[in-house]
Structures are given as structure tokens and as C-alpha cells.
């Protein structure tokens, strides 16, 4: 194999997270951010209306651990990037082949009494 298709190969195996904004607002992203995870957008709600900034997918490759907990740890502060603080899990897969997978939606509570 060339070093060019090594290179490629790694950059695949490597490059299992991805973090896509949702709608065209564009939110700052935060700093000295730790997202709180809920387990539903239900669940997300309860707590007041929502806005969804982006859609996070990650698998727990890499780790030690591959169970669907590993993998949400190992992404859910990726919301910070788009400006959110919260994540819900949309989906999840404990995987067939050994590496668990997530997808998560970046959110942040919108504000009420015009502050």
C-alpha cells in the first residue's frame, strides 16, 4: 500500500464524528462547555421549548469500551462547536461489529420574558 492509501485508510478509521449545523442560523460556539445529555427529545422538552443546532454522529471507535454510553461520552461536547449545551439522542446502535454508534441533536433552551 502507497503512503498515500495508508494516509487515506487512517484518515476513514479516524474520522468517525461529524458535526452538521441545522437550519441557517449560525450559533457561536462555546467555550468551557460540558453538554448535558437527555435520553429523548420528550424528555429534552420537558424542561421548555428547544431549539436544535446541529446534528452530531460519532461511534465509539477508538476506545477501549465500545458500548453506546462510550460513544455519547466521546461526542456529546461536540454540541459546544455549534453553539449548544444540551444534547437528545436520536438514535443508537450498540453495534453488530463491535463499535457502537450515536447520533445526537445539539440543542439549547430558548429564552422566554424577552431577556
Known sequence: MTRIGTFAALLVLTACASVQPLGSGVAAPLTNCTA???SSLES???NGEIEELCLIT????GSFSHTVATAI???KDKACECGADNVYIQ???AGTL??????LIGFR????GGK
Open 36 to 38: 448535558r445529555v437527555f
Open 44 to 46: 429534552a422538552r420537558a
Open 58 to 61: 460519532g461511534t465509539s471507535s
Open 73 to 75: 461520552q466521546k461526542h
Open 91 to 93: 438514535a443508537q446502535d
Open 98 to 103: 463491535g463499535t457502537a454508534s450515536v447520533t
Open 109 to 112: 433552551y430558548k429564552r422566554t
